[in-house]
């Protein structure tokens, strides 16, 4: 797990100390990962009684542990969809192992999009965003934060301007051009 | 990328994407026209701009992290999500099942919940439990709670009543709102609830909606209660199921809850309300700190706010919880007062206060004139300042008074005497009118209160199961409140009407008809005091009709429990009340109360006074005759067509009467009290006289011998029954009527031979025995037994059928002294049957 980046997107997180944030990295990680792996192991997708996302989820059942006390829910947002991403991605590269062979052009993609499209059956598409996220975090990381909260965590617009600090306009502007870039850079796959 | 280039493209981009489609591209040439590299390269991420929308519309965990629109929920239909709360999701549901259309929002928890709910069945027993108190609250300002359900695997949830309103701080910024009248509206609804024994906990403006008509509506009662018992296991408080910004200090220290901490929040909500500022924003700071300064706060002096008003938040939201208002009516009293321009309790010095600030601007004057000071008590008391408390401060203002007079020297008080004394008594006429007027609004709006609260009593409150009990508590609550009261002359014919109403239906509710309660003593007070207050009435105008008959009907109502049958056939008593009462018709002869009044006479009448059966017969036809005279009658309509139902039911019992006339009037009964159930299916007085015209009819049938057709109205006479009784498992006049239809059920199916039938009759019985008060008796666990027997013998258990049969001859022959057996025929089929077992 890469504990630089999520620091730098924590860097104004002034009160947690390092230690405790370590700490409180590994046991998200954990916990969202044990969450999300029973989502994604379970292929029907008719039973859909989850009122919340996965990560609101974590964070209440964390307050309810008592492990949150003194931080606020926005900085744990922040955390929380920078991991839901990388356990996506890793989950997908597991599955990815399991049926190579087909790639993605330029048509097919339109092509699912008109008939129904649902990440979890792409595990290539959702490497090759995780690649573009990289380099977008290069020179946009603000944008590529949004982008982990916004699609990788499934926040609201409203909750993912709250944990930035920004407004819910900025954030609407930054999503949409996110996306028609890192759309422009799936187009190759 | 460089970063330059990627800020130029990146808010250009940004701009372009937020006009409509056709624009986008001309918006770039003009902005980046001078650029053909950074032109090229945003034209090209522009033309994406659809699919990518398409393509991170949902991200790889969204499926499964929300429910979707057409979602089946039991028989709701999720519709659309109404928002998200720190508690979970709200949705807009349709109920699809095929009952009538409705809509409802469904808050959805956490599943995180679930586990909890479903390991434990203790605490999902105590979640069901919970809910059905909840579902009995039934205000106008409530939004009802009707369903809930935990368990089986999926979130626990509540189904509420969908309120379509705005949030109470969105409703206050449209316009000019009676920001008190609407508090005191709220006040009301939690009042309610405190009476039901429930609080909310989490009182705050988002949980007030407002609709159209300007009613307030409180959502999310006693949730909170559900999720956070403190009685309860730990592990299912998931968090602190309330907000920060409203909660009490006992709910941030964790202490106990009471009515004192809805008091508490309500008196936040009202500063918010009044200053439209939220009195603190505490949801984003450590825990630790809102604990230090929920020990010290208090409200600020704001500019929008009274010091009167200032004076009541305050006490509203002490942070000790003895020192706030010790009831949400007292809060609301107060509020009221300040809108009224009255003194309130929470400046203890009250009037006093007042007097020795008049005293103040006019210290000369008062001392002149200490007569002043009686008349401005005086006013007092007629501004219903309660008695107690007007005598109390009239001493302290006389001792004062004398006070100063002593202190200035009377001579100096009679020199300054002659224009202050024209001044004085200007002002004091002032005040006297002022206080003349307002004293008539406050009875208007004090008695307009009570109307409604004895409309409540009635309907709203006695109606439902085991409501009974509250709506007497709701009116002698009432009653002593404004009992106290001196109403000026004008308010004082509708303050004597009103409570000598409010007497005549605690009088029905404590021993009426379908009273649940049984108080004899009770009602007979209650009757006592509301003939004297028709009398008093009537003294004050003999020529109003109503009053008139209002008196006669309380007078009867309190004769006719000792009216007997004459053993010479002679009118008796009977002859005086029937002149009374003709005298009335003829004065009133189209007045739909008086032919009320009149039938319910001639009903009575027919009831005791049974020595001629032809003349019983007649009693009650006429009766019939009158109740439809007045059935028309707007708003008494329920009422008569209860009384309609009755009368027929008892005509189809009256012996003598032609079989196929008796059925006529059974099946009229049923047919008044199914339409008075689907009027109101809540109205638990009509679904008991439905059990009993269904079981009326039922027993029509059985003399017949049509034991087909009686079996199962007797079932669902018996079923009725079985609801009440357990939604109201107090109620003694329900507890005391469950056997005699399951019992007949039970013979008709023996009868019939339907096994299967008599099968379930002995199930429903055995429930029915242990139910019932008193328990069943000999007679029953007789029947119980004979059936018992029959099915053994039906199942070729011969010893189990002679074991059945014995034990219930010997029940037989110990009740054989007892002349009380509904059907004779019953016992001796039994004893027929049993001796053929036993053999």
């Given amino acids: 797990m890469d504990y630089a980046v999520a620091e730098r997107l924590l860097e104004e997180w002034g009160r947690g100390d390092r230690e405790s ?16 792996s029973g989502v994604l192991r379970s292929e029907s997708t008719t039973n859909r009684t989850r009122p919340t996302s996965l990560v609101n989820e974590l964070y209440l059942e964390l307050q309810r542990q008592g492990r949150l006390e003194t ?13 839901m991403r990388q356990i996506l991605v890793s989950h997908a590269r597991k599955r990815n192992a399991q049926k190579r062979g087909s790639g993605f052009g330029v048509e097919s993609l339109s092509e699912v999009m008109e008939t129904g499209f649902d990440w979890r059956e792409q595990p290539e598409l959702i490497i090759a965003l995780n690649d573009a996220l990289a380099r977008l975090e290069e020179f946009d990381p603000v944008k590529a934060a949004i982008v982990d909260m916004r699609f990788f965590a499934d926040l609201s617009i409203e909750s ?28 190759g796959v | 990328m460089k970063s330059e280039t990627w800020r130029r493209i990146d808010d250009c981009l ?8 056709e624009e986008r591209r001309a918006f770039l040439r003009l902005r980046l026209g001078d650029d053909e590299a950074v032109l090229a390269e945003a034209l090209k991420l522009v033309g994406q701009a659809e699919g990518a929308e398409k393509l991170f519309s949902q991200g790889p965990m969204a499926g499964l992290s929300g429910l979707a629109a057409g979602s089946r929920l039991g028989p709701w239909e999720l519709v659309k999500p109404l928002g998200t709360g720190g508690m979970g999701v709200v949705w807009l549901a349709r109920r699809v099942d095929g009952q009538a259309s409705m809509m409802a929002a469904i808050k959805l928890l956490p599943p995180a919940l679930s586990g909890p709910l479903r390991g434990d069945s203790d605490l999902l ?116 199921a309330f907000s920060l910004d409203y909660a009490s200090p006992e709910q941030i220290r964790g202490g106990l809850i009471s009515t004192a901490t809805d008091v508490y929040s309500l008196g936040l909500i009202l500063f918010e309300m009044m200053t439209g500022e939220r009195a603190r924003r505490w949801h984003d700071k450590a825990l630790g700190e809102v604990l230090a300064e929920t020990e010290r ?13 200032l004076a009541v938040l305050r006490k509203a939201t002490a942070v000790e919880e003895g020192r706030r208002y010790r009831s949400v009516s007292e809060l609301a009293r107060d509020v009221a007062r300040v809108r009224d321009g009255m003194p309130v309790e929470a400046r203890p010095a009250g009037l006093l206060y007042q007097l ?38 009239r001493a302290v203002a006389v001792e004062k008074s004398r006070q100063l007079e002593v202190a200035l020297g009377a001579e100096q008080a009679a020199r300054l005497a002659g224009k202050e004394q024209e001044e004085l008594a200007r002002h004091l006429g002032r005040i006297a009118r002022d206080g003349e007027a307002r004293a008539e609004a406050r009875v208007r709006d004090l008695l307009k209160v009570f109307d409604s609260l004895i409309a409540s009593a009635r309907w709203d409150v006695s109606r439902l199961p085991g409501g009974t009990s509250t709506g007497i508590k709701m009116l002698e609550k009432a009653l002593s409140q404004i009992e106290v009261l001196e109403p000026t002359p004008a308010a004082r014919a509708n303050f004597l009407l009103l409570r000598a109403e409010a007497h005549s239906e605690l009088a029905e509710l404590y021993g009426g008809a379908n009273s649940n309660v049984g108080n004899t003593e009770g009602a007979a007070r209650n009757q006592e005091k509301a003939v004297a207050l028709w009398k008093e009435l009537r003294g004050i105008d003999r020529k109003n009709v109503n009053w008139e008959r209002g008196w006669l009907d309380a007078r009867f109502r309190m004769a006719r429990g000792e009216l007997k049958a004459f053993a010479d056939g002679g009118l008796g008593p009977w002859k005086s009340w029937t002149f009374e009462y003709e005298g009335l018709l003829g004065r009133a002869p189209k007045n739909r109360l008086v032919a009320r009044s009149v039938g319910s006479f001639y009903f009575w009448r027919g009831l005791r006074w049974p020595v001629v059966v032809a003349q019983r017969r007649k009693d009650w036809e006429k009766a019939l005759t009158y109740f439809r005279l007045g059935a028309d009658e707007a708003g008494g309509g329920r009422f008569v067509l209860r009384d309609m139902a009755l009368t027929h039911k008892y005509l189809a019992g009256v012996a003598g009467m032609e079989p196929g006339q008796k059925l006529q009037h059974a099946t009229e009964a049923m047919r008044l009290d199914r339409l008075r159930v689907k009027q109101d299916e809540n109205d638990a007085g009509a679904r008991i006289d439905l059990a009993f015209s269904v079981g009326s009819l039922a027993d029509a049938h059985m003399v017949q011998g049509n034991y087909s057709t009686a079996q199962p109205g007797y079932l669902e006479s018996f079923l009725i029954r079985k ?20 019992r007949l059920y039970g013979v008709m199916s023996a009868r019939l031979k339907d096994w299967k039938a008599l099968g379930g009759a002995v199930k429903e019985m055995e429930w029915a025995a242990e139910t019932s008060r008193p328990k069943a008796g000999g007679l029953d666990i007789a029947s119980l037994n004979y059936w018992k027997g029959l099915l053994a013998l039906e199942a070729a258990d011969r010893v189990g059928a002679c074991r059945y049969g014995r034990e219930a001859s010997r029940l037989l022959e110990v009740e054989k002294g007892k002349t009380w057996i509904e059907n004779p025929l019953v016992l001796q089929g039994l004893l027929a049957a049993c001796e053929g077992l036993a053999r």
Wanted: charged fraction near 20%; aromatic fraction near 8%; include cysteine.
């Fill in chain 2, 297 to 309: 706060f208090e409200l600020p002096a704001r500019d929008g706010l009274s010091a009167d008003l």
């Fill in chain 1, 160 to 187: 993912t301007a709250e944990a930035l600090n920004l407004s819910p306009t900025t954030v609407k502007r930054h999503w949409a051009v996110a996306r028609v870039w890192l759309y422009e850079q799936l187009q």
């Fill in chain 1, 21 to 36: 944030l370590d700490r409180l990295m590994g046991l998200v990680y954990h916990e969202l990962h044990r969450m999300a």
């Fill in chain 2, 125 to 240: 027993q105590r979640f069901l439990m919970e809910k059905q108190i909840l579902a009995r609250l039934q205000h106008p300002n409530i939004a009802r709670l009707l369903d809930a359900s935990a368990g089986g695997g999926e979130s626990p949830n509540f189904v509420m009543e969908y309120v379509e309103g705005v949030p109470l701080m969105e409703y206050l910024g449209t316009g000019n709102v009676d920001r008190l009248g609407l508090f005191l509206k709220i006040c009301g609804a939690v009042e309610y609830a405190h009476a039901n024994l429930i609080i909310h906990r989490d009182l705050k403006p988002q949980n007030i909606l407002v609709e159209k008509s300007g009613e307030p509506k409180l959502l999310d009662f006693g949730i909170g209660k559900i999720l956070n018992d403190p009685a309860g296991d730990a592990s299912i408080t998931l968090q602190r």
């Fill in chain 2, 723 to 742: 609801g009440l009784a357990v939604s109201d498992p107090n109620n003694a006049f329900v507890l005391r009527s469950l056997l005699y239809p399951i």
């Fill in chain 2, 14 to 21: 940004a701009d372009a994407l937020e006009l409509p489609v």
């Fill in chain 1, 71 to 83: 931080q606020g829910q926005k900085h744990f947002f922040s955390i929380a969809a920078f991991l």
């Fill in chain 2, 356 to 393: 020795s600030c008049f005293a103040r601007r006019n210290v000369l004057t008062v001392a002149a004139s200490s007569v002043a000071l009686l008349l401005i008590c005086g006013l007092a008391v007629w501004g219903f300042v309660s008695a107690g408390q007007a005598e109390k401060e």
